[in-house]
């Protein structure tokens, strides 16, 4: 059986560079090439030259030619670039991991509309622990209805981590409605303080409270509590490192890679 030809846009980003190693070390892939945005200051250098990668492969801002080698592309990036290089990636039917975070619905949708060209899988968060996560969530939401159980939910990242609340923890949020048969975008109540340091709005009966911390070098904490008048039941999950999104991220190109054409998550990996 041939090899899986991979690209990875965004290839000097934090989670660029592992998924790069990663790529190397399986020998069920290939790595074809990595690319970053053209104002990137390492261009046109060697990646052996510029990070630990073993791999003398040039950092091009040339994303066409690289995504016209793979098979898969896997991107870990912004939403705007995330955009433009799906769009590339249809019109040479290469197969897409997204895992960039902060994607509106606006996005998703045009994701989705890619998708009936190319197969796409697009995740929150690549952790197979995580998106069992989200499956305990929905049902823990479904049992422990809002007229007893408020829901809040907490995220701690990285200092450099740029969307707040994470994409994870919106996602969180969007099981928990879905438990409880209601409409995320009416039930979430992401910023309750004005700027004078005072409550914008008491908790309303079946709101869903979001909670950031960034600092340090944290690669990810998210806890969804369910909290009642007489008791409090919390699901938790806290990832050591970033190599549990990587593992994901790689066993999802796998995945999507057999496909035909189709929008995923990583929820259509484990089952």
Not at 4 to 9: D, E, L, Q, R, T
Not at 109 to 116: C, F, G, L, P, V
Not at 126 to 153: K, P
Request: hydrophobic share 40%; proline share 1%.
């Amino acid at each position: 059986m041939s090899k899986i030809k991979v690209a990875v846009a965004g290839c000097l980003g934090r989670m660029g560079q592992e998924i790069t190693k990663k790529i190397l070390s399986n020998n069920k892939l290939t790595f074809v090439g990595g690319f970053e945005h053209r104002d990137h200051f390492n261009l046109n250098k060697q990646l052996n030259k510029i990070t630990d990668i073993d791999s003398s492969f040039v950092v091009t801002s040339n994303a066409d030619q690289i995504i016209k080698k793979a098979d898969v592309v896997i991107d870990f990036t912004t939403p705007a670039s995330t955009l433009i290089n799906v769009k590339k990636a249809s019109l040479n039917k290469t197969a897409m991991v997204i895992g960039t975070t902060g994607i509106t619905e606006s996005q998703k949708s045009k994701i989705k509309t890619y998708s009936k060209k190319i197969p796409i899988l697009l995740s929150s968060n690549m952790s197979v622990g995580v998106n069992l996560l989200f499956s305990l969530v929905e049902q823990t939401a479904e049992a422990l209805q809002q007229t007893e159980y408020d829901i809040e939910i907490s995220e701690t990242h990285h200092r450099h981590k740029v969307d707040a609340p994470s994409g994870t923890a919106l996602t969180l949020g969007e099981f928990a409605a879905k438990g409880r048969g209601v409409n995320f975008s009416q039930k979430k109540a992401v910023d309750r303080i004005t700027k004078s340091g005072k409550l914008e709005n008491k908790r309303t009966q079946g709101q869903i409270g979001f909670s950031v911390v960034r600092g340090g070098e944290i690669a990810g904490e998210h806890t969804i509590s369910f909290i009642g008048e007489n008791d409090r039941v919390d699901l938790f999950h806290k990832a050591n490192n970033r190599s549990i999104f990587v593992k994901g991220a790689i066993e999802a190109a796998i995945f999507v890679a057999k496909k035909k054409k189709g929008l995923f998550s990583m929820a259509d990996l484990v089952k």
